[in-house]
Every structure is written in C-alpha cells, then in structure tokens.
C-alpha cells in the first residue's frame, strides 16, 4: 500500500480538532491536529461513508466513522499531532509574541510536510480554516507551491476529506483526555474536571482543589488561559524574580546582587536589549 500512495494522485486535508474551536476559554488538555487523505479517485468513498463534521456527531457516531476510516486502510490515510498543555503554554508565554493560530498554522505546515515525507504524492489539500482563509491560503500555497490548495471556512462540513480528518483528530483527543496520567500523582478514578469552561462548577472545583499555592496547576491545566492565571494571582504565593532586584535598585538608590558580579565600568544602559539579541539583530547605521 505504501507504493500505491506513491503512484496515485492523492487529495488530503488538515485541521485543527473541532473540539477546541473555543480554546481560548478552555483550560484543559491538549490540542489536536489531523491530517487525512485517500487517492482523488476514491473521493466518492468518503461520501459513501457518511463522514460529516465532528461536533455535528455523537460520540458514539464519531466511534463508528473512526471504525470505517480504520477499516479502509488500504483507501485512507491519516496522521494526527497532539501537542500537550505545557507546549502549548510555553508557545503562548513566550517573550515573542505567538498565539493559537500561529500553533495551528505551523501544526498544519507541519502535518502536510509529514505526508509528503512519507511518500504521499499529495496533489490537493484542503483546509479548514484558521483565521482570515485568504491570508492562510496565501501562506500556505508560498509553502508549497506544487500543491493546489484550497482554505474555507467551515470545510468540515463541506469536504469529506476534511471531515474524516476533524474524526481522527477529535477521536484522538477524546482518548488522550480519558487516558491522561497525571505526573503529579492525581487519583483520576473520581476526577471529574466537567466541560473546561470557566462557568462549569465542576470545572471552578478542579482548579480550586488541584491548585498547589507554590507550584500551581497540573500540567494538565494550560497556565497560559486567562482564567487560570487569575486565580493564581489571587490565591497562590508571590512569587519574587531576579527583575525584580532592578526595581527595588531603581526605588532606594541601593545596588543590586547582580552588580557586584558585572565588569568593571559595564553600563547596563548600554546592553542590546533581549528582543535584539535573540534575534542577532545589529545596529548598520546611525542618524
């Protein structure tokens, strides 16, 4: 089968899991990110199938299209990335400005690359959209500019192909969520979490309960939300940085720690500032 998807134009797609199209309000787990493709010829199959956008299904529904896109290996392929609640904090709290759609659009980059590294002889994608489609469109043709790809809104519920990637990843998810191992040791057999949105109460009580006031949530929680980050502001330790010994120099005219350690006549007003220096960017001319 493998040379088959060499030989055969194959149509393919990529999307974010449905399940997450309201991430920013949601604290819990992972992102989910799918591909899914089969030969251009054997589209109709899909539509046979009676794939169909993910949240439009039950779970058992989604089970059950998993089981026939399973089933039609010789047919279909797929690959999903799941990127886990600390990459994806890491991503957004960095110093340089990344948010979701950058993570969605460099999954899906990245999910594209894959197939094609495996020998899929891709030849059209299509791919729900993650912001403006124009402008990720763009983006992604500059990428690759042998594929004809198309970006829409809604193409879960438009393209079968995109649909069964929305069940494989959304599959995915729901499996990654139930079998999650705590590394803090957390007894799941009565967790119950509820839905991850702010206004569950069975939500208000996991975070009030999981919460370490020194190390805050599990790593299950994403710190980066919003909501999370409220609560460990008002309910967890203060917490004391090495900045913070520049302010306190700045407020009572005393020198910091770090002082004592600096070269001789060093003036740290004259120091790249961190923005310039990670990007080795320099100085070419002064006015």
């Not at 279909?76 to 890491?90: A, K, R």
């Not at 879960?156 to 969520?177: E, F, Q």
Request: charged residues 25%; neutral net charge.
């Amino acid at each position: 089968m493998q040379a088959r998807w060499k030989q055969v134009d194959i149509v393919g797609c990529c999307l974010r899991s449905k399940a997450q199209s309201k991430v920013s309000r949601m604290f819990r787990g992972p992102l989910v990110y799918g591909i899914c493709y089969c030969p251009v010829e054997n589209n109709e199959l899909l539509k046979e199938m009676g794939l169909a956008d993910s949240k439009t299904l039950s779970e058992e529904q989604r089970e059950s299209m998993f089981e026939k896109i399973s089933e039609a290996r010789d047919t279909v392929g797929w690959i999903v990335e799941i990127i886990s609640p600390t990459v994806i904090c890491n991503k957004m709290l960095q110093r340089t400005k990344y948010n979701l759609n950058f993570l969605s659009h460099d999954s899906a980059i990245g999910l594209v690359q894959r197939a094609l590294d495996k020998g899929v002889n891709l030849k059209e994608v299509y791919v729900d959209t993650v912001g403006p489609p124009e402008t990720y469109q763009a983006k992604l043709q500059r990428i690759f500019p042998n594929l004809d790809i198309t970006v829409a809104k809604k193409a879960d519920a438009t393209y079968p192909i995109v649909s069964g990637a929305s069940i494989c990843a959304k599959i995915a998810r729901d499996k990654a969520v139930k079998c999650w191992e705590f590394a803090e040791g957390i007894d799941t057999e009565s967790l119950n979490y509820g839905s991850g949105y702010p206004g569950d109460p069975k939500t208000k009580a996991f975070l009030q309960t999981s919460m370490d006031k020194v190390f805050g949530f599990p790593q299950f929680v994403r710190f980066s939300w919003s909501t999370a980050s409220v609560i460990l502001e008002k309910e967890a330790m203060a917490v004391r940085w090495d900045d913070d010994d520049e302010d306190d120099k700045d407020k009572t005219g005393s020198a910091s720690i770090s002082s004592f350690f600096s070269k001789k006549n060093d003036n740290p007003k004259l120091h790249k500032h961190r923005f310039f220096s990670e990007r080795s960017l320099s100085q070419v001319t002064t006015l």
